[in-house]
DNA sequence: GATTGCACAATTATATGATAATACATACAA
DNA sequence: TTGTATGTATTATCATATAATTGTGCAATC
């Protein structure tokens, strides 16, 4: 089956065919969902039409069923939509679902951005002291004795026992959950997006582990149901965080 | 076509098929999409197994791609996983993509979401008065000017000559994306869906009118670029929403 | 009796082709 | 200039067939 068509045949991929493979995903549409949706916000189609269905099928070398079921994914994310005659068209950048893990996952995979990183952690700055404040007067025996997990998975990391990164996130994600609020659970998968893909930052600069000392000041401050104190700990500690990032700004 | 298959014929409607026609959504597709999507938020599958793709095809006299096109949309919103031989299942709930207009408007449309709405309010708590800080040290003309523009609208509202829900929410909005962050901006149409839903709660006590003054003292604040007395205004502000919550709570 | 392997069946996944609906663009008419 | 008809490109929908996946149960084996 020929490839050859009008479209004009800009690299050796294109000819061969890309060739998706449910290598890239659970299935071919998965695997058509994340290739579509890393091009997308890595602005692989910025100056041109994005192509139609029958386009893509061809391309990719998939029938018109998974490219339209792969499109209507990335429609509930945000990033497309589709009218009849009309065509499929990305939406502007404000239209993108930021809290969806697959589009932070791409966004974050391109060419890493200290500025994104830093606004992240901005709104990390608001959204964690405030977890940490609910936590402190609505958690329950789990939900403390998981924050407390995750401080000793982290005491564990020192001593080289247990991987310093996922201790850290365990320990967050913790407190978010104990919030007892599933907006600010919702987080969670974020948070930990985010701090997986910035960990290759932030490694580059202190030894790694992040301060033991200020991390059991926030589980204390929780442990003992005092909210504001829990609230100033958790702001003080990303307030690190920040400061390393605008360190880093600053540096290049 | 006869309905009358094994499912089980508990309901009028069952009997004459479901008709999703058009005037749901833009099309069948989102039409399904928003009638499953509700119905799962609202717990109608909550005891027993999700039907098949044939069986909902089949119900709601659809076709199976339309049916499966739907299901991806639901499954790139959280609310939906699809394995082979295993079927469509509902996922638990911390999986559910809140942050998704669609979701947190299933979530606020079914009853009693007075619940909802507190915890909605207690995440505001923790983002508005940042961006409103944010606000204050980034803002650019523009930025500045759209959150003028509310406030006049709602100094408008006051004298009847505007729509007084509308023009809050513009206000908060615009502080929003004055932030400059785009994940705070990212909570635009969050907070514009839940505020324009909640006013059927809000509206109840008071005859309303959000305090003007209050949102003066927040324009005031951004305007002269002092983000903590920006922070702590918005945080008065919100403070006085969450305490109509509190109150509606104990009085049922 | 327990484990392993195999056949079967149910369900989603994929492919294909046909027809309908939508709405842009153009030409033509008033 | 405005309105109207018509052609046409693209998505929307339907129908049907086949493939892939995987749970279940039965049989074979140790």
């Given at each position: 089956?020929?490839?050859g068509?009008?479209?004009?045949?800009n690299?050796?991929?294109?000819q061969?065919?890309?060739?998706?493979?449910?290598?890239?995903?659970?299935?071919?549409?998965y695997?058509?969902?994340?290739?579509?949706?890393?091009?997308?916000?890595?602005?692989q189609y910025d100056?041109?039409?994005?192509?139609?269905?029958?386009?893509?099928?061809?391309?990719?070398?998939?029938?018109r069923?998974?490219?339209?079921?792969?499109?209507?994914?990335?429609?509930?994310?945000?990033l497309?939509?589709?009218r009849?005659?009309?065509?499929?068209?990305?939406?502007?950048?404000?239209?993108?679902?930021?809290?969806?893990?697959?589009?932070?996952?791409?966004?974050?995979?391109?060419k890493?951005?200290?500025?994104?990183?830093?606004?992240?952690?901005?709104?990390?700055?608001?959204?964690?002291?405030?977890?940490a404040a609910?936590?402190?007067?609505?958690h329950?025996?789990?939900?403390?004795?998981?924050?407390?997990?995750?401080?000793?998975?982290?005491?564990?990391?020192?001593?080289?026992?247990?991987?310093?990164?996922?201790?850290?996130?365990?320990?967050?994600?913790?407190?978010?959950?104990?919030?007892?609020?599933p907006?600010?659970?919702?987080?969670?998968?974020?948070?930990?997006t985010?701090?997986?893909?910035?960990?290759?930052f932030?490694?580059?600069?202190?030894?790694?582990?992040?301060?033991?000392?200020?991390h059991?000041?926030?589980?204390?401050?929780?442990?003992?149901?005092?909210p504001?104190?829990?609230?100033?700990?958790?702001?003080?500690?990303i307030?690190?965080?920040?400061?390393?990032?605008?360190?880093?700004e600053?540096?290049?």
């Amino acid at each position: 089956m020929s490839v050859g068509n009008g479209l004009g045949d800009n690299s050796v991929i294109e000819q061969v065919g890309l060739n998706i493979s449910s290598a890239m995903g659970r299935n071919l549409t998965y695997g058509m969902l994340d290739m579509l949706g890393k091009a997308i916000v890595t602005g692989q189609y910025d100056n041109q039409v994005f192509p139609t269905e029958a386009e893509l099928a061809k391309k990719y070398e998939v029938s018109r069923s998974v490219v339209r079921e792969a499109v209507k994914m990335l429609g509930a994310k945000g990033l497309l939509t589709a009218r009849p005659r009309k065509g499929t068209t990305i939406q502007s950048t404000d239209r993108w679902n930021l809290f969806d893990i697959d589009v932070l996952r791409w966004l974050l995979d391109r060419k890493f951005s200290l500025n994104v990183l830093r606004q992240f952690t901005e709104l990390r700055e608001a959204i964690e002291p405030a977890a940490a404040a609910l936590a402190a007067s609505a958690h329950s025996s789990e939900g403390l004795a998981a924050i407390k997990a995750g401080f000793t998975r982290m005491e564990a990391a020192e001593r080289d026992e247990d991987d310093p990164l996922e201790a850290d996130i365990a320990f967050h994600i913790a407190i978010l959950q104990a919030s007892d609020n599933p907006f600010y659970a919702q987080f969670r998968d974020v948070v930990t997006t985010a701090l997986r893909t910035s960990i290759r930052f932030t490694n580059r600069f202190k030894g790694r582990t992040a301060s033991l000392p200020q991390h059991k000041a926030v589980l204390n401050a929780i442990a003992n149901r005092r909210p504001s104190e829990a609230k100033a700990a958790m702001a003080a500690l990303i307030a690190d965080v920040m400061a390393l990032i605008a360190d880093a700004e600053r540096s290049g």
